[in-house]
């Protein structure tokens, strides 16, 4: 990864973990729920999702600022699928990000209400975004919640959960982790170019390099779910196979996973040549985990 990449990517996550603790500090809620909030949002993380969506709006915008409530509001999503992901009725983990899961700390009950309120409080910051037009905000509301709800993530993550002790296809996986993983990652690229003004053919282009993403982005978690160091990842690896989950190298070994992430990434980088004005920060962003 190069220098400027790097530096990149860590002054937009340093951008984006401010603005994502002063949207919720300001906040007049319960002390309760704003703590449970925080905490789970402090636990840091890649902010891979906002960093994507910048990425993509610099490549047609300038104004980075019209950018940063969206990115905020993806990552509070983000979050809270997270919060949620991590339950005892869910995944049962005890540890994110090398902290104690949310639940862990503050109940069941706590951590389900501070993941729904990171839910809905993500719509109201691009609500009241001042610096986005009424059909700027009716756009990214409507393609943020179809990609986060029953029709993307939500949807997936029940997928994923039916598909726990049973022997699924090829094309059931991808279409779950396109649901759970890859919709989100859609709508950060696409988000980012449409505030930035690309048009609708740049748009479609970045779609399709998007799909490939959240391919890659899920079989690389499955991968290091097997291959990976606790210690950089802030958990226990194997909990996938401990939880039965059907993951890429479950299906096709390990050897035959890194392959299959081998195909998604030539697919991706095919797609992104496609967009007639390509950014080579979304590339080197993205070609930080092919």
């Given at each position: 990864m190069n220098t400027n990449l790097i530096s990149y990517m860590e002054q937009s996550k340093e951008l984006i973990h401010d603005g994502l603790i002063t949207s919720l500090e300001k906040l007049d809620i319960p002390t309760n729920l704003k703590q449970a909030m925080l905490y789970s949002v402090k636990a840091g993380g890649k902010r891979l999702r906002p960093v994507l969506l910048f990425s993509a709006f610099e490549a047609y915008g300038k104004d980075l600022e019209k950018a940063i409530s969206s990115a905020?509001?993806?990552?509070?999503?983000?979050?809270?699928?997270?919060?949620?992901?991590?339950?005892?009725?869910?995944?049962?983990?005890?540890?994110?990000?090398?902290?104690?899961?949310?639940?862990?700390?503050?109940?069941?009950?706590?951590?389900?209400?501070?993941?729904?309120?990171?839910?809905?409080?993500?719509?109201?910051?691009?609500?009241?975004?001042?610096?986005?037009?009424?059909?700027?905000?009716?756009?990214?509301?409507?393609?943020?919640?179809?990609?986060?709800?029953?029709?993307?993530?939500?949807?997936?993550?029940?997928?994923?959960?039916?598909?726990?002790?049973?022997?699924?296809?090829?094309?059931?996986?991808?279409?779950?982790?396109?649901?759970?993983?890859?919709?989100?990652?859609?709508?950060?690229?696409?988000?980012?170019?449409?505030?930035?003004?690309?048009?609708?053919?740049?748009?479609?282009?970045?779609?399709?390099?998007?799909?490939?993403?959240?391919?890659?982005?899920?079989?690389?978690?499955?991968?290091?779910?097997?291959?990976?160091?606790p210690k950089k990842m802030g958990k226990q690896v194997g909990s996938d196979e401990g939880n039965n989950k059907s993951t890429y190298p479950k299906l096709l070994g390990l050897d035959g996973a890194i392959e299959q992430k081998n195909m998604y990434s030539k697919k991706a980088k095919e797609a992104l040549k496609k967009c007639k004005r390509r950014s080579f920060l979304l590339n080197d962003v993205n070609r930080s985990f092919w």
């Open positions: 905020i509001a993806l990552e509070l999503i983000h979050t809270y699928s997270l919060v949620h992901d991590d339950l005892p009725a869910m995944d049962n983990d005890d540890y994110r990000r090398g902290k104690l899961t949310n639940h862990k700390v503050y109940g069941e009950a706590t951590a389900i209400l501070a993941g729904d309120a990171l839910l809905t409080y993500s719509f109201e910051l691009i609500a009241n975004d001042p610096l986005l037009q009424d059909a700027e905000k009716v756009d990214l509301i409507k393609n943020l919640s179809s990609a986060s709800g029953p029709k993307g993530m939500v949807g997936g993550q029940i997928l994923d959960m039916e598909a726990e002790n049973k022997a699924i296809s090829l094309t059931e996986l991808e279409r779950i982790h396109v649901l759970k993983t890859g919709k989100l990652l859609q709508f950060a690229v696409y988000a980012g170019a449409y505030l930035g003004g690309a048009t609708n053919s740049e748009l479609a282009a970045l779609k399709d390099f998007s799909y490939y993403l959240g391919l890659i982005f899920q079989i690389q978690d499955d991968i290091l779910d097997v291959t990976g160091d």
